[in-house]
């Protein structure tokens, strides 16, 4: 109970000032296509050169917490993820927005960031030593098979055909290994020299989400009767609440599956996001209605996408091994403060530590109560005319694109995806799997390779990647994935023939 006594501390005033104003400046970001979690975070490092350590910490776990929740604005309003980490509050929650339940579906998603995220910090109070070491119990091995078991997922998610949408995750793996190898140094596939650094995964978001949505918007012309309007209601907070009372399955599984992934290094909240919505549809009785605007899709991969942040700092703060990208961005802010994550940081430095971690316990908090109160604003930017939403949206990709690495390459490659993406969605592709692919790519690849160069030095490839039990669980998962979606695809169309023979019997 240590970490009680440094909340006094969250309160001081420039302290409090700070929290406050990352949590704003976070959800404003977050809601920016294109700002993704770490890019925010990465931003902000410079401002923390003249504060004390406590203090530009508690600045950057504000916007890291609330860049995650606020990226749900664009994802449900524009079906344009603020963040790889709210790919799949997309699939649920663009479609309530569509059906006039916008301010509604941002409520749910705010108020599930708000339960995830405090498990999640929660979890990093009380459990911290022995989530530690069970993290360590992960290796190569077992990094690519967690990466192979997210591209069997991707295949039921936003999709109409199961191979589609392992096809589609296939061709994300490929576009991944554009760029230099990483080990030998040789040049993969670069066609272009905006191509030499690989695809930038911003880049890629932007291009896959947001230029098929411009198009689309643009092909419609100025013709208000071909927009596409959405109809915004008012929504109350309470009924919101109810609602998310009623799905304790959606909020379990999102909030357990979050906080169990946040703590491997390396996979991160899109993960996350993805694997609880997957597992919220198949535990489902109403499985048909996700994708169609069920509530229970936004609950899982809000609640999922804010619980892994606690956890994904549990590795970074004891063991200086980052759980995720901005986990790696806060690690550069403590070494630009002489401060040395490990497993004495607890002892050497704990008003650092606590006060860090209570701040983000009352982030969560700042954070579902302004996302809440800007949720009715928000609403209306659904509103605007498609012709102005189309421009705003090009103008906020283009700057987007351009300014992760001030390139214009990052635009020509956002260009040309989107446009690829724009005719592969009249196909029935989606955009989901392909970017979880590019995502999982150099996940798979380097765990890969760094698992054959201790399987050739010890019992080879077979005994390292197929033995052990925590390998084997994970082939077995990786199979049961791919027989359920399959399974679920033919099922209907199964109930569909014996139906089809009695009405030609007739």
Not at 7 to 14: A, K, T
Not at 214 to 234: D, Y
Request: charged share 10%.
């Amino acid at each position: 109970m240590e970490f009680i006594y440094y909340f006094g501390d969250v309160f001081s005033p420039l302290s409090f000032m700070l929290l406050l104003g990352g949590t704003i400046g976070g959800l404003i970001l977050g809601a920016t296509p294109g700002l993704s979690p770490t890019m925010a975070v990465a931003l902000l490092i410079p401002f923390t050169f003249q504060l004390e350590a406590t203090q530009g910490l508690i600045l950057l776990g504000a916007a890291y917490t609330s860049t995650v929740a606020g990226g749900a604005v664009s994802a449900i309003l524009l079906k344009i993820p603020g963040a790889p980490a709210n790919i799949a509050t997309t699939l649920d929650g663009h479609t309530m927005a569509k059906q006039g339940h916008g301010a509604k579906a941002l409520q749910l998603s705010f108020l599930s960031s708000a339960v995830g995220g405090i498990f999640g910090v929660l979890l990093l109070i009380f459990l911290t030593p022995v989530l530690a070491d069970w993290a360590l119990a992960f290796g190569p091995s077992h990094l690519f098979w967690m990466a192979i078991l997210g591209v069997t997922v991707i295949g039921s998610l936003d999709s109409a055909s199961v191979v589609k949408g392992l096809l589609s995750g296939c061709i994300g793996l490929w576009l991944s290994t554009i760029g230099f190898d990483d080990i030998m140094g040789a040049q993969r596939f670069i066609f272009h020299p905006s191509l030499g650094g690989g695809i930038n995964i911003i880049a890629a978001l932007i291009g896959l989400f947001a230029i098929p949505q411009v198009l689309t918007m643009f092909a419609k012309g100025r013709n208000s009767g071909a927009a596409e309007v959405i109809a915004v209601q008012k929504h109350s907070v309470l009924d919101a609440m109810r609602e998310l009372i009623r799905r304790p399955r959606a909020l379990t599984i999102g909030t357990v599956t979050g906080s169990i992934i946040g703590l491997i290094p390396g996979v991160g909240g899109q993960i996350a996001g993805l694997v609880a919505y997957d597992q919220t549809k198949k535990f489902s009785p109403e499985s048909e209605k996700f994708g169609k605007g069920h509530s229970e899709g936004v609950i899982a991969a809000e609640s999922a996408n804010n619980a892994m942040v606690g956890p994904s700092l549990v590795p970074l703060l004891t063991l200086s091994i980052p759980g995720s990208p901005t986990a790696a961005v806060l690690l550069g802010g403590l070494l630009i403060h002489g401060i040395f994550p490990g497993s004495d940081l607890f002892d050497n430095h704990p008003e650092v530590a606590w006060t860090f971690i209570n701040s983000m316990l009352i982030g969560q908090i700042l954070m579902c109560l302004f996302g809440l109160y800007i949720a009715g604003f928000a609403a209306r930017v659904a509103q605007v005319p498609q012709s102005v939403m189309a421009a705003v949206v090009l103008a906020l990709s283009v700057f987007g694109a351009y300014s992760v690495q001030s390139s214009m390459g990052d635009v020509y490659v956002m260009a040309c995806l989107g446009i690829m993406m724009f005719f592969f969605e009249r196909y029935g592709f989606s955009a989901a799997p392909l970017v979880l692919g590019l995502i999982l790519g150099p996940i798979a690849e380097a765990n890969f390779i760094q698992g054959s160069m201790i399987a050739n030095a010890t019992d080879g490839l077979t005994t390292y990647f197929l033995g052990g039990a925590l390998n084997k669980l994970l082939i077995i998962i990786v199979l049961a994935s791919i027989a359920y979606s399959a399974w679920m695809e033919l099922r209907p169309r199964r109930l569909q023939a014996p139906a089809d023979k009695t009405e030609a019997r007739t």
